[in-house]
């Protein structure tokens, strides 16, 4: 068996998936909404003293000081908040304590304030438990209005928190509030917030949208640099694959099944990069986010992931160098990346697919820990695999092949180490930044981890490039070594090149050594 087992096990198979979601990509595009929030019917929940919905987090830039005009330009340099058919529903009950006659029977209040002013948001008294809404006491002391929201004014712009009513009247159950757009002038981790403080108001519900515009488009703040960044990677992907191209196309008649698999990793890596900019292009022009298009997307960095891993383990356990198949381990290297591939899928899924907020969602904890696990075993493997291909290099004493393991084992503990002092930078950062206030450098976190892989796989390519050696140092020994009995049957149906020469003078030693035993018996057979 040859390296075509990806192809066959693992790449094959994908194609209908591919093929189906690439379908789907063109013909049928659901959109999940990102910076345009959609809220269907969403219930309040009860907080403390209040009842209380979280309408959205996002990063905003500050709207550009040489737009003062406004405009309907998507890059018109404007920053807002814009609040769209918001209606809220009270419970038949709750209206049915009021009369037709009555003015105002029931407030909600729509809150937006930067998360650098979130204590400007409750109170407490006599130091007792944090409220949202404004108490008897704490009417007293804060001077606030009893059965509304308390806010203490921002100490930098005493507009801020920004804070918007809307009434119920009479006995009606349904009331709307008026489309308005809030201007940010300031840049910051905006949070909304819809909350109602009258206890009659249980069972409030809510539907509408609001839209998060940033001053060059939709994209939220956090994923902004992205798009620039999937740019640039695009072009190390491009770079690479025309270097690797141009020896590929120059020494084609020895290429290895290993050289086709990091071709294979290289495609899909560009294929990848171009895909992200596409995605977050749509996203930052359009405010919403397709299903469909993100989940194809998201599929095939999942499998660029997957076959890369494969690549490294197979590479450690000594395929297409030392030995020509994984042998009995196939079946557990297939096991493996169907598992790594599915736990990917799933994290990748939770974390991009309908993101709505610049906050992740507490499910993405649970999905990273059997990508994390997974991850540990296999460099656990790796480094186990790669030990003893070493040794058996060491022992046949082949310091080519040695010299490249050794090469390819110090780029493995360089991307580990590097890799095990980013995750402890990560754990740092999100443990210290609770309500992610430094927003605008988060996006720094995830694309370390594409540029770390596009980095060990130049390391690859560098060692194992096409060349006219290819062939030779595939299975055989260099020149005047023992061949064992696998060497033998990988080379043999090759006579072209050095190898043919090698397998020659070794036949040609075997003849002398035979004809000098034949003699040796015949004296001995004299003596006698």
Known sequence: MDFSFLQTKIIKPLIPFLSFSLLLFTIIPPPAHASIHIYNADTFREVGNAFLLPGGSEGLLSAASSSSSASSSLHDGHSFIRF?????????????????????TGLVQVVIFEAADRNNIGGSAYGGQRSICCTPDLAKLEGCKQGEVIRIPSATDINWPFVLNVQFGGNSLITNMDNADVPITKTGMYNLFFIACDPKLKGLVMSGKTMWKNPDGYLPGRMAPLRKFYVYMALAYLVLSVIWLIQYIRFWRDILQLQHCITAVIALGLFEMILWYFEFANFNNTGMRPVVITTWVVTV?????????????????????????????TSKVLLLGVTYFLASELLDITEY????????????????????????????WIFTALSKTLEQLQAKRSSVKLDIYRKFSNALAVTVIASVAWIAYEVYFKATDPFNERWQSAWVITTFWDVLAFALLCVICYLWAPSQNSQRYAYSEEMGEEFDEETQSLTRGKPEGDVSLVKLEKKEKDTDNTDVSDEDDTEEDKRE
């Open 353 to 380: 697919v309908g993101t709505v907020n610049d906050i992740s969602g507490r499910a993405r904890l649970f999905l990273v820990l059997p990508d994390a696990f997974l991850d540990a075993f296999l460099i656990l």
């Open 301 to 329: 960095g999942a499998i660029r992931k997957t076959i890369s891993r494969i690549l490294i383990l197979s590479i450690s356990m000594g395929y297409g160098v030392v030995r020509p198949t994984l042998g009995g381990l």
């Open 84 to 104: 769209e058919n918001i209606t809220f529903w009270r419970t038949k009950a709750s209206a049915d304590e009021h009369s037709d006659m009555e003015h105002s």
